[in-house]
């Protein structure tokens, strides 16, 4: 019974100190030097579109633009989600990403697990427009996805497609040089 306790103790022990040293949230490297660019998201006007997808909206745009920012990070770009226009801070190498939520179709969790595929597909399109200090514009366009998986499905494939764009457009430079 002794021996039981201890090997009991000594789990939870190694369970506990595991989630006790995995940390936080993890520490965004630094913006010096590295392009930045500002996401603000755009879900449209919840006065033109009924309550559920509004919602739906929401639900999605919040994970999109956070997937965005990560994926941005990723590629060595310094990454800022603000909620108006004027939160943008104009200077060399930042630039405002804005996009917009055309329009979303979005299948229900509880439709996918009864229904399966068969239910349909969670669809987006979205705008985006890439400016600079100057206003000058570098990426005016729409993209729009279908998949069967899940909206945050399209919508990863999406944030991939204008992080490409973007990449290729701008590289990864860093500021100054």
Not at 102 to 126: C, E, K, P
Not at 160 to 172: A, F, M, N, S
């Amino acid at each position: 019974m002794k021996k039981l306790f201890v090997v009991t103790m000594a789990f939870l022990l190694i369970i506990v100190s595991t989630f006790a040293c995995s940390g936080g949230k993890a520490v965004k490297p630094s913006e010096e030097g590295r392009i930045k660019i500002f996401v603000l998201t755009d879900l449209g006007n919840p006065n033109e579109m009924s309550e559920a997808n509004y919602k739906a909206r929401i639900i999605t745009g919040e994970w999109m633009q956070n997937d965005l920012v990560r994926t941005l990070d990723e590629e060595g770009y310094y990454s800022i989600i603000i909620d108006n226009r004027d939160h943008y801070r104009p200077g060399p190498d930042n630039y405002l990403l804005e996009v917009t939520i055309l329009s979303h179709h979005r299948i229900s969790s509880a439709t996918r697990f009864w229904v399966g595929r068969m239910a349909g597909a969670d669809t987006i399109t979205n705008h985006y427009k890439l400016t600079d200090a100057n206003n000058k514009t570098f990426i005016d366009y729409k993209d729009g996805i279908g998949s069967t998986k899940s909206a945050n499905h399209s919508a990863r494939k999406l944030n991939q497609d204008i992080v490409r764009k973007i990449k290729e457009l701008l590289g990864t430079k860093t500021q100054g040089s």
